[in-house]
């Protein structure tokens, strides 16, 4: 008979746990059967002493397997998804989605809500009136067989071993164990029989992998994951010291999404977007290389040819596109709070993480759960990381309905400095593929 306190003992002493533990520890806890202090004390061994591959891997089956799957074997076609770990400014999902269905391929998408300073794709798409992030397996097959593409949300009984574990952690100074991130993102991706996975590692200030050493030890360890599950993998590691594009908020990133949809969109994001798009190209067999399959989504966001799919896909949903085609009218805010150049200099910014709370405060995200977003909120970023700004030019304005705050003002400026010399940095760090 298998015993908690055993398991505890074996990992104390480094000695690798079998997939039977492991999913004994997990069923157990899930089920109310082992107490928070045990698991507890498992998570700290392990904290310590680490997870060889194929403990990761068991872990993450574990997780994956403790609540809701999604058959999809039945779609024809190339199936992708694409994953990021959260940053500012990050609408990633909203441009590579309609490009690659452009391409055929069929893009199966669970997304998240946002809390805290990093926004959510279901909070940014609920900005289209109607629009249903809740659809069964049969509606969300639909979806993606009529328009290529899909994204729903996570449902409360997704992967329940990592909500439970993920909180203990929280409060057991045990998150920042690679093997545990890399179980606890990969889980969610393997619910779904994608056949090609891109993941977007979010590095620096505005992200939780701050260091780019241990962001890539981290993609290692996803990509040995993927593998495991059958799953084609490619990792980027983008900058995330400033923010992505020049929009932060729910209604403004919709936007700049269909902006860059039709050509019109800034370096940063084309870049990182269009590079995401070519990964999963190359995974499909549809081109030999990233470069050539880059070149050629580029010339596709500049005939603007994909951009009808991202509005067909909300429709599809029940959403109201047309609020984003007119959006002036449909998105007001009672404040536009210009944040100006006090001397001429390069823009650096000193903390998406801090631009993040900004718009948080504005409206456009949520500090609890039960706080209720404004779509129009968020932040216009006038000029971008290592631009020439002259003074009195606005580097940025502040939309809110809320009552002035000169809080609003003095955090916005705290977020970056003009130097006197430029200090662009590269949208993409590094890439990892099969």
């Known amino acids: 008979m298998m015993r908690m306190i055993d398991i505890i003992e074996k990992k104390k002493e480094n ?5 039977a533990e492991i999913n004994f520890f997990v069923e157990g806890y899930v089920h109310d059967q082992i107490p928070d202090y045990q698991v507890s004390a498992l998570l700290m061994a392990i904290y310590l002493q680490g997870m060889n591959d194929e403990e990761t891997t068991f872990l993450t089956s574990a997780y994956a397997n403790s609540g809701d799957t999604y058959d999809l ?16 400014g990050d609408k990633i999902t909203l441009i590579y989605s309609p490009l ?3 391409y055929g391929l069929k893009v199966c998408k669970l997304a998240g809500r946002g809390l805290g300073q990093t926004g959510g794709t279901i909070d940014k798409l609920e900005s289209c009136p109607g629009w249903q992030c809740e659809l ?8 993606i067989n009529k328009v ?14 990592d909500k439970k574990i993920y909180a203990l952690r929280d409060v057991t100074a045990t998150v920042g164990s690679l093997p545990l991130i890399a179980a606890s993102v990969m889980s969610k991706k393997l619910i779904m029989d994608a056949d090609g996975l891109v993941l977007d590692v979010k590095v620096g200030d505005g992200a939780f992998m701050k260091d780019l050493d241990q962001a890539e030890a981290l993609a290692k360890i ?11 993998m490619a990792v980027m590691l983008s900058n995330m010291n400033k923010p992505l594009g020049k929009t932060i908020g729910n209604a403004l990133e919709v936007r700049e999404a269909w902006d860059t949809l039709h ?5 940063d994001l084309n870049e990182v977007a269009a590079t995401s798009v070519a990964l999963s190209l190359v995974q499909a067999g549809l081109f030999e290389d990233i470069e050539t399959a880059k070149s050629d989504v580029f010339q596709k966001m500049q005939s603007g040819e994909a951009a009808h799919y991202l509005k067909a896909f909300i429709q599809a949903q029940g959403g109201d596109f047309s609020v984003i085609e007119n959006y002036d009218q449909n998105f007001k805010t009672t404040q536009a709070i210009e944040i100006k150049a006090d001397k001429e200099g390069y823009l650096q910014f000193l903390s998406a993480g801090k631009l ?10 949520r500090e609890t759960k039960t706080d209720v977003i404004d779509f129009a909120a968020g932040i216009v970023l006038n000029h971008q990381n290592g631009e020439l700004v002259k003074k009195g030019e606005v580097v940025m304005t502040l939309y809110t309905n809320k009552d002035f705050n000169q809080e609003f003002v003095d955090d916005a400026k705290a977020t970056f400095e003009l130097i006197s010399t430029s200090s662009a940095e590269p949208a993409i760090l590094k890439i990892i593929a099969d």
């Open 136 to 143: 069964s397996v049969p509606e969300f097959k639909e979806v």
């Open 73 to 88: 074997s039945d779609i024809q076609g190339f199936k992708v998804d694409k994953h990021s770990t959260g940053g500012i």
């Open 100 to 102: 690659a269905a452009s």
């Open 263 to 267: 050509g019109k969109g800034p370096d």
């Open 356 to 365: 993040g709370t900004v718009s948080m405060k504005l409206g456009a995200g």
């Open 15 to 19: 000695q690798v746990l079998s997939e």
């Open 222 to 232: 996803m990509i040995k994951i993927g593998h495991h599950h059958q799953r084609k």
């Open 148 to 161: 290529g593409m899909s994204v729903i949300s996570q449902s409360e009984n997704m992967v329940p071993g």
